[in-house]
C-alpha cells in the first residue's frame, strides 16, 4: 500500500462519517441531505473508478449544500457566540472539501503537492469537521461546560496555525500542534469523565478515543520536536500509518459514536418518563 492509497482510505472513513454527523447533530436526520450524501459519494466512487477527477467537484458542492442547509434552518440564532460556533463545522468542511478536490486534480494550491493536499483536507474533515461538530454539539445543550464552547473557536485558531506553519514559519506550526496536544485530549477527557450515561458502549467508546488520542499527541510531539524520532516505516511515513491510524479510525469516530449513543440513550430516557402508565 503506497502513502496515497492510505491516504484515500482515511479521507473514505472522513466521508462516509463526517455528513453522519452533521446530518445527526444539526440537520435533525434530514432525508435530502442524507440523499445527497449517498450521490455524492456515488459519483465520487464512479470518478475514481472512471478515472474523471473533475467529477470530485461534487463533494465541495455537497459541503455547500450541508452548511446552507444549516443556514436556512438557524437563519436567526447563527449571529450569536454559540451559533457562530456551530458553524465552524461546516466552514472546515467546506475548506476540506476544497483542499481534496485540488488534491485530486493536482492543482498545487498554495504550491502543496497532492500528498499534501490529502493532508490539508484530512485534518480539516476530523480536527475541523468532525470533532469541532461534536463540541458544537456539545456546547448546544443544557448545563454544558462552556470549554466546548471556547474548543470550537481554538481548535480554529490551532488549525490555522498548523496550516500556515507547514509551508511558512515553522514556530507557528508548533503552536498549532502543542495547542491541540493539550485541547484535544483536555475536551474528551472532560466528556468521558462527566458522562452520566450507564451506557457501557458509550463509556467504552470515551475511553478508547481518550487512550487513542493521548498515543496519538505524545507520536505527534515526539515527531515535532525529537530528531531521532523514526520518520519511516514499512516504506511508509510513521506519522500516517501510527498518528493517521489512531485519529482516523479510533480517536474521532469513537468520540462521535459515543455521543451519538448517550444523546440517543438521554432521549429513551425522556420518551419513557413521559410514557403512559397502566
Same mark, same amino acid.
Given at each position: 500500500?503506497?502513502?496515497?492509497?492510505?491516504?484515500?482510505?482515511?479521507?473514505?472513513?472522513?466521508?462516509?462519517?463526517?455528513?453522519?454527523?452533521?446530518?445527526?447533530?444539526?440537520?435533525?436526520?434530514?432525508?435530502?441531505?442524507?440523499?445527497?450524501?449517498?450521490?455524492?459519494?456515488?459519483?465520487?466512487?464512479?470518478?475514481?473508478?472512471?478515472?474523471?477527477?473533475?467529477?470530485?467537484?461534487?463533494?465541495?458542492?455537497?459541503?455547500?449544500?450541508?452548511?446552507?442547509?444549516?443556514?436556512?434552518?438557524?437563519?436567526?440564532?447563527?449571529?450569536?457566540?454559540?451559533?457562530?460556533?456551530?458553524?465552524?463545522?461546516?466552514?472546515?468542511?467546506?475548506?476540506?472539501?476544497?483542499?481534496?478536490?485540488?488534491?485530486?486534480?493536482?492543482?498545487?494550491?498554495?504550491?502543496?503537492?497532492?500528498?499534501?493536499? @490529502?493532508?490539508?483536507?484530512?485534518?480539516?474533515?476530523?480536527?475541523?469537521?468532525?470533532?469541532?461538530?461534536?463540541?458544537?454539539?456539545?456546547?448546544?445543550?443544557?448545563?454544558?461546560?462552556?470549554?466546548?464552547?471556547?474548543?470550537?473557536?481554538?481548535?480554529?485558531? @490551532?488549525?490555522?496555525?498548523?496550516?500556515?506553519?507547514?509551508?511558512?514559519?515553522?514556530?507557528?506550526?508548533?503552536?498549532?500542534?502543542?495547542?491541540?496536544?493539550?485541547?484535544?485530549?483536555?475536551?474528551?477527557?472532560?466528556?468521558?469523565?462527566?458522562?452520566?450515561?450507564?451506557?457501557?458502549?458509550?463509556? @467504552?467508546?470515551?475511553?478508547?478515543?481518550?487512550?487513542?488520542?493521548?498515543?496519538?499527541?505524545?507520536?505527534?510531539?515526539?515527531?515535532?520536536?525529537?530528531?531521532?524520532?523514526?520518520?519511516?516505516?514499512?516504506?511508509?511515513?510513521?506519522?500516517?500509518?501510527?498518528?493517521?491510524?489512531?485519529?482516523?479510525?479510533?480517536?474521532?469516530?469513537?468520540?462521535?459514536?459515543?455521543?451519538?449513543?448517550?444523546?440517543?440513550?438521554?432521549?429513551?430516557?425522556?420518551?419513557?418518563?413521559?410514557?403512559?402508565?397502566?
Amino acid at each position: 500500500m503506497t502513502e496515497l492509497n492510505l491516504l484515500y482510505f482515511f479521507l473514505s472513513v472522513a466521508f462516509v462519517l463526517a455528513p453522519l454527523m452533521t446530518n445527526r447533530f444539526f440537520l435533525n436526520n434530514s432525508k435530502v441531505y442524507s440523499l445527497a450524501h449517498l450521490s455524492a459519494l456515488a459519483v465520487l466512487v464512479l470518478g475514481f473508478i472512471s478515472n474523471q477527477n473533475l467529477l470530485a467537484f461534487v463533494w465541495p458542492s455537497f459541503c455547500a449544500f450541508g452548511a446552507i442547509s444549516y443556514l436556512k434552518k438557524e437563519d436567526r440564532s447563527v449571529l450569536s457566540v454559540e451559533g457562530i460556533a456551530a458553524c465552524i463545522p461546516f466552514l472546515f468542511s467546506l475548506i476540506s472539501a476544497t483542499w481534496f478536490f485540488c488534491g485530486v486534480n493536482d492543482l498545487h494550491l498554495l504550491g502543496y503537492s497532492q500528498v499534501w493536499s @490529502f493532508y490539508a483536507a484530512l485534518h480539516g474533515s476530523y480536527l475541523g469537521w468532525m470533532f469541532v461538530g461534536c463540541l458544537a454539539f456539545l456546547s448546544s445543550r443544557r448545563q454544558s461546560p462552556n470549554l466546548y464552547l471556547w474548543g470550537c473557536y481554538l481548535s480554529l485558531i @490551532f488549525f490555522l496555525f498548523v496550516a500556515f506553519g507547514i509551508d511558512g514559519t515553522p514556530y507557528i506550526k508548533r503552536i498549532g500542534v502543542v495547542g491541540f496536544s493539550f485541547l484535544v485530549p483536555l475536551l474528551i477527557g472532560l466528556y468521558g469523565f462527566t458522562l452520566k450515561s450507564k451506557n457501557r458502549r458509550s463509556r @467504552f467508546l470515551a475511553v478508547l478515543s481518550l487512550s487513542s488520542i493521548i498515543v496519538s499527541m505524545v507520536l505527534a510531539i515526539l515527531n515535532e520536536f525529537w530528531a531521532g524520532a523514526p520518520r519511516i516505516a514499512y516504506g511508509l511515513p510513521v506519522m500516517v500509518v501510527a498518528h493517521g491510524f489512531l485519529n482516523a479510525v479510533l480517536t474521532v469516530p469513537c468520540f462521535y459514536f459515543s455521543i451519538r449513543l448517550e444523546a440517543a440513550d438521554g432521549l429513551l430516557s425522556d420518551e419513557s418518563k413521559h410514557a403512559p402508565t397502566a
